[in-house]
């Protein structure tokens, strides 16, 4: 039976008195002289097949078309876009210099605008102030693209970083981080952000975005002689012990805690360096911009912990501000966390509990995440949260020195890889600390946008006409070849 789209013919060539002839005997065809000559008739396709063929040309000629509206929609591929100024460092970065410290080591950057006059800028991490600017140090302005997409498909979302048609200059861009949405009304009460009367409490994942290095512990100064370690033991106890690029704890008394603490330094100055000093709002990218500093409640650590020595025992970090305590307590071997609050008078409650924590701190250790953020306290290990407990910040002054620290129990620890954050301390217009509101009222359906890098933005804190969401170009992203 023949192929239903395909039939092949053989034919028997030439007729009588031609050089050869062909006979049939029984329903067979035999060649008795030259080869015979077969040929194949395509049947005419079938309507399936013209279906999917249709549909598979439907289908690409739509994925080209999206793709190509896609890309129409993002700015900065061909053409390329790179951030100016100083507004939203140290998320996107401007013109700046590259700049290593000549004592520690330590890598840190300076905005390039309104560099210092003197060319010299003082370590973020050491203090030491002899850090020169030099040209070879220079890098231009970070380069972004701008997508239009979720904005069209979605609309801006709180937290992201959005390009916006500049109310103060026309036909100008700025890059600013989205604080409020449409009608609501931003103020700033104690360095934190208020939306209607209410405080902004920013996710872990909000708080990696903007949080800012204060100190690592890995660059110690090797220039200049005589600067004490951030980190000590607490006072009348030295079970921990410096070891290569961090601590090690070895306990005489399996039942007693062993406190390692952090003070914090002024960090400028030649003879300022060493004086002790809550955590201030210290703009090191701006450090030619005057101002009086505030201290800033919001500090975390971030390290790796280790347990050198399997058994019993718990290990702890503990976190201050102003007259209320926070403590994590670990125990890995019942893989039990608790979270501890203690109020000024000594008296400890227990204020969340957490099991199964399927946590192994052996000699590969783990990644320890922990401290305040928006009157919040936050533990995240191994990259998994913990805890995050909302509490109300009390009355007192914040200018403890030394606002974290580490505990052990009964374990060999190991710990480094030690590093001190700080969160946002937003300021009012006039970069002032304290409280701010607005005095008149957001137009309505405006949109409040904020910079990083409070102490030199210009943004919703000074925009009287307010922004619009039609005004938004779109989200600004670092594309993902241009990592730092």
């Not at 390039?112 to 800028?121: D, I, L, Q, T």
């Not at 890995?332 to 400890?348: F, H, N, S």
């Not at 590093?419 to 409280?435: H, K, M, N, Q």
Request: aromatic fraction near 8%; charge should be neutral; proline fraction near 6%.
């Amino acid at each position: 039976m023949p192929d239903a789209d395909a039939i092949t013919r053989t034919d028997p060539g030439p007729t009588s008195g031609s050089a050869s002839s062909a006979t049939t005997t029984s329903g067979l065809t035999r060649s008795t002289g030259s080869l015979a000559v077969t040929q194949t008739v395509a049947a005419p396709p079938s309507t399936s097949l013209v279906r999917i063929q249709w549909i598979v040309a439907a289908v690409m000629v739509s994925i080209a078309i999206f793709a190509v509206v896609r890309l129409w929609m993002i700015e900065g591929l061909v053409r390329v876009a790179r951030t100016d100024g100083p507004s939203m460092a140290p998320a996107f970065l401007g013109a700046h210099f590259r700049v290593t410290c000549e004592d520690c080591r330590f890598t840190f950057r300076c905005d390039a605008e309104h560099a210092p006059a003197s060319g010299e800028v003082a370590c973020p991490n050491c203090g030491y102030p002899i850090n020169s600017l030099r040209d070879e140090d220079l890098i231009a302005g970070e380069r972004v693209i701008i997508d239009r997409w979720p904005v069209v498909t979605r609309g801006v979302r709180r937290g992201e970083v959005v390009a916006a048609a500049d109310p103060a200059h026309a036909g100008g861009l700025v890059i600013k981080r989205v604080a409020a949405g449409p009608g609501e009304r931003l103020s700033i009460q104690d360095g934190d952000v208020y939306v209607d009367g209410r405080l902004l409490r920013k996710t872990w994942q909000e708080l990696a975005q903007v949080r800012i290095l204060v100190h690592d512990n890995s660059f110690q100064p090797a220039k200049t002689t005589g600067v004490p370690r951030r980190w000590q033991n607490a006072a009348g106890q030295g079970a921990w012990h410096p070891a290569m690029t961090g601590y090690q704890c070895q306990p005489a008394d399996a039942s007693a805690w062993n406190w390692l603490e952090y003070t914090h330094h002024q960090m400028f100055g030649w003879h300022l360096r060493t004086r002790q000093s809550p955590v201030l709002d210290l703009d090191s990218y701006n450090p030619s911009e005057t101002r009086l500093l505030n201290s800033v409640s919001d500090v975390l650590l971030s390290c790796r912990l280790r347990n050198l020595r399997r058994g019993p025992g718990q290990f702890a970090v503990a976190v201050i501000d102003r007259e209320q305590r926070f403590e994590a307590v670990i125990d890995p071997a019942r893989q039990t966390a608790e979270l501890i609050e203690a109020d000024p008078e000594g008296k400890r409650r227990l204020v969340d509990r957490e099991e199964q924590l399927l946590l192994d701190i052996g000699r590969g250790g783990v990644t320890l995440e922990f401290g305040l953020c928006d009157q919040q306290v936050i533990l995240r290990i191994a990259g998994r949260q913990i805890f995050r407990h909302e509490y109300v910040r009390g009355e007192g002054p914040s200018d403890t020195h030394r606002p974290l620290e580490i505990g052990s129990q009964g374990l060999e620890l190991a710990v480094d890889q030690l590093r001190v954050w700080r969160d946002i301390y937003y300021l009012a217009p006039d970069t002032r600390g304290g409280d701010w509101e607005p005095v008149d009222e957001p137009l309505a359906g405006s949109i409040a946008l904020l910079g990083d890098n409070t102490s030199v933005s210009v943004d919703s804190r000074h925009w009287t006409s307010g922004v619009l969401p039609g005004s938004v170009r779109g989200v600004v992203y670092r594309p993902f070849w241009a990592r730092r």
